[in-house]
Every structure is written in C-alpha cells, then in structure tokens.
C-alpha cells in the first residue's frame, strides 16, 4: 500500500503569504497525484491533477510541482477564501487510492 | 453540469443494515467509475471502493473489503454504500465520487453523515 505523507500538518500564513505545502509518496507514483480543498462543512474540491495541472475554476494562484514521490502544492498569495485543509491523493493505483492526511492552513 | 446528490443523513443503532444512494446527472452514468470516501469526524479522507456501472465491477480498498457493500443501479444513475450489521465506528460522512478518465476524482457529492449509536 502507498503511503501518503502530508507536511506540515498545519501551516500558519498571513493574508497575501506564499504557503507552500509538501506531499510525499512511500514509492513513485509518478504524477498520478491530485491536490483537494476542503472547506468546514463542505465536500473537498478538485484543485490540481497530474500533479501540475489546475482543474477548471480554479485560480492561477494554486500550481501544483513535482513528480515520482515529492510533490508541492504553493498558493501565491493567500487570500481569505483559501484559509482550508488541503488533501493530496495518489491514483497511480486506480483500484487502490490514497488519501494523505492533510495539511491545515489557517491564518496567523 | 455534471451533479451527485447523495440521500440524507441517518441515525441507525448498531447492528441494524442501512443503503445509502448518490444519484447522478449531466454524464453518461455507465462510462465512469464511481466511488465512496469516508471522512471520521475531524480526521482525513479514507478510500472506501469503487464501482464501474456498465458491469458493475467493484473494488475495494482491504480496509473496508468485506464490511461494505457498493452497487449501481445503470436504470437510474444511481450508486449504493450498503452495510449489513453497522456499528458505531461506522459513524462518519461518506462522500460519493466520480473518477475521471483520467483517474483521479473529479465531482463529489455533498456527503451523507450516518451516526450509529445506541
């Protein structure tokens, strides 16, 4: 089974601050790796796939970096509606996904 | 627009059965898998399974291999998380999810909680 390791597990950043959020794969995935946004109450919301491209919607501030084992979410500028807990997911085995365990972002 | 209701929250005591439903619009039903992902109250995202429509093959993660039970129903566009005897560690949201051509998971449903308690 791939682990998924999420660093840190929060991340406190001020309002307009570059946050950066790390993911690390047990083995190479590849870039069979996605980034999600969950908000208080709400389903999580696809952000990146292939490990660098946006999902429609979403704002060019979110790139998403790597490959093989270590991968990088980066938000340029954070603004009040980013404040969440951010998922990364490996699905380089398609029958058996894993979820890594999350990274808080809240503001300082 | 591509949408996933998903049926209402219940409480259930233990050992009692229970179906949940994700009804699905706006895609072709049988050409996508579909899935389930269970969130334990403030922890992470767990894979439960998944299930491709159009054969109704299913697979599903070795946690929760023989303790669920995921259907799809191609007349209505609708998949299933069933369980047979529940019990309280079953307490949880259970997201139901599109997987993309690409693999990864696309839409979500908006969750249905289920607290068993007695």
């Known amino acids: 089974e791939k682990v998924m390791t999420q660093s840190p597990a929060t991340l406190s950043v001020s309002p307009g601050d570059r946050a950066t959020l790390s993911c690390r794969a047990s083995q190479s995935v590849y870039s069979n790796l996605a980034w999600y946004q969950q908000k208080p109450g709400q389903a999580p919301r696809l952000l990146i796939y292939s490990a660098s491209t946006r999902a429609t919607g979403v704002p060019a501030r979110f790139s998403g970096s790597g490959s093989g084992a270590e991968f990088n979410l980066t938000i340029s500028s954070l603004q009040s509606e980013d404040f969440a807990v951010y998922y990364c997911?490996?699905?380089?085995?398609?029958?058996?996904?894993?979820f890594g365990g999350g990274t808080k972002v809240e503001i300082k | 627009d591509v949408q996933l209701m998903q049926s209402g929250a219940e409480v259930k005591k233990p050992g009692e059965s229970l179906r949940i439903s994700c009804k699905t619009s706006?895609?072709?039903?049988?050409?996508?898998?579909i899935g389930w992902v269970r969130q334990m109250p403030g922890k992470g995202l767990e894979w439960v399974g998944i299930?491709?429509?159009?054969?109704?093959?299913?697979r599903y993660s070795p946690s929760f291999q023989g303790q669920v039970t995921i259907s799809a129903d191609k007349s209505i566009s609708t998949a299933y998380l069933e369980w047979s005897s529940l019990k309280a560690s079953d307490s949880a949201m259970y997201f139901c999810?599109?997987?993309?051509?690409?693999?990864?998971?696309?839409?979500w449903g908006h969750g249905t909680l289920i607290t068993v308690s007695s």
């Open positions: 706006g895609y072709t039903f049988n050409s996508y898998w």
């Open positions: 997911l490996q699905y380089k085995n398609w029958a058996e996904l894993t």
């Open positions: 299930v491709y429509p159009d054969d109704s093959d299913t």
């Open positions: 999810v599109r997987r993309d051509s690409g693999w990864f998971l696309d839409f």
